[in-house]
């Protein structure tokens, strides 16, 4: 556990791993921190991806916020089709949505 810092204005401390299991079967190594609020409500803030593949790194930061909102859900059909088919193969299973990429993506 890390010592106790701010994020996004929150004292937060983090919780240190492995990658998780959205990086199995890649060929990703590195660590993961999860960063949880330190007063109720104790929700997460940040996870921090420590990457490396291939000789190279990088950092991967998701940020949750807006806590209790409504969210709308948008998949095109491209998406979903590449979700499927990702499904039927006990191969592409283990990999999983994460690295399902087509040409309409925008994040």
Known sequence: M???TTMNGRSVVGISGGLGQG???SPFTGSETL???TSAPYLPVEVVDQL???GKSGTETDIFS????SVTVTVTQ???AC??????????RV???RRCRVPSDTG
Do not use: C, H
Not at 66 to 69: C, K, V
Not at 83 to 92: G, N
């Open 35 to 37: 960063y949880v609020s």
């Open 78 to 80: 491209q998406r979903r």
């Open 2 to 4: 890390t010592k106790p």
């Open 66 to 69: 807006d806590w209790g909102e």
């Open 23 to 25: 990086f199995s079967g």
């Open 52 to 54: 490396t593949a291939n």
């Open 83 to 92: 979700l499927l088919d990702r499904r039927a193969d006990p191969i592409m």
């Open 95 to 97: 990999l999983g949505p």
